[in-house]
């Protein structure tokens, strides 16, 4: 039967293999810009790599806070103040994820849509995070209270 511990493993192995494959894109963008992936590039490789490479950051920072908040909730810590500050750190790799994409899209309209979708994740997450603090701020005025 599929329980909550469950889901909460899947969902680390889900992160890890994401910093797997992220960590494999950023080793492989130079051949994968070369070969596969020629009729895109016509001349602009820099620039997807550029792309890659400054994606990568805050991608590998999202991943971290993420498998870090579900650490902290696998031991049973969900509303505290540390899985409020991860959460604020995601929506700002999202955003920055955003950014990234959308000045991209300058060069390859593409990036757009995926910067746009970054920036409706970053106001997903910053949504959740704000009812999370909230509900940490509660519990707080709770455990204060006699």
């Not at 293999?17 to 950023?26: E, G, R, S, V």
């Not at 505290?80 to 500050?85: A, L």
Request: with cysteine; hydrophobic share 55%; aromatic share 12%.
């Amino acid at each position: 039967m599929w329980s909550d511990r469950k889901s909460l493993i899947l969902s680390k192995i889900c992160v890890i293999l994401f910093m797997a494959l992220l960590i494999t894109c950023a080793i492989m963008a130079p051949r994968m810009f070369t070969t596969r992936l020629m009729y895109l590039v016509q001349g602009r490789k820099q620039y997807f790599l550029t792309t890659v490479y400054l994606g990568s950051v805050p991608a590998a920072a999202l991943l971290v806070c993420l498998y870090l908040l579900m650490q902290r909730i696998g031991e049973g810590n969900v509303f505290i103040s540390q899985n409020t500050e991860c959460l604020r750190h995601i929506s700002w790799c999202c955003f920055a994820g955003a950014a990234i994409s959308l000045a991209s899209s300058l060069y390859w309209i593409p990036w757009f849509a995926v910067g746009i979708a970054a920036s409706f994740m970053g106001l997903i997450v910053r949504v959740i995070k704000n009812v999370i603090a909230e509900a940490v701020s509660l519990q707080d005025e709770a455990d204060y209270t006699i």
